[in-house]
């Protein structure tokens, strides 16, 4: 089964870390011709980009929101990509989304993963 994993979210104080995982399994392709990133959507709003690591792992980058607070990082061997979050903010709570983009049969695919919640108190 084609699918993606996340795990990690939680309630968290203002201030404070959490790291989140997106393990991806079934692909039709090799992960490291994945392009991941994570996303976010809060109650009532619209997902939003959060940030985004190349398949060669090089190059990231991030919304203005989370740079210089969220580092995101992949693990090709174990089809794993992480998002470390630190000084977390009130306005970070949302659902967290893992996104998987590659090629396959010479057209873009896109695939989602279920969600985890991350909830930041002030």
């Known amino acids: 089964q084609v699918q993606l994993v996340e795990s990690g979210g939680g309630l968290v104080q203002a201030g404070g870390s959490l790291r989140l995982s997106c393990a991806a399994s079934?692909?039709?392709?090799?992960?490291?011709?994945?392009?991941m990133g994570w996303y976010r959507q809060a109650p009532g709003k619209e997902r939003e980009f959060v940030a985004h690591?190349?398949?060669?792992?090089?190059?990231?980058d991030y919304a203005d929101s989370v740079k210089g607070r969220f580092t995101i990082s992949r693990d090709n061997a174990k089809n794993t990509v992480l998002l470390q979050m630190n000084s977390l903010k009130p306005e970070d709570t949302a659902i967290y989304y893992c996104n998987a983009h590659f090629p396959l049969f010479g057209r873009p695919h896109d695939l989602w993963g279920q969600g985890t919640q991350v909830t930041v108190s002030s």
């Open positions: 690591i190349k398949g060669s792992g090089g190059t990231a």
């Open positions: 079934g692909l039709m392709v090799t992960f490291s011709s994945c392009d």
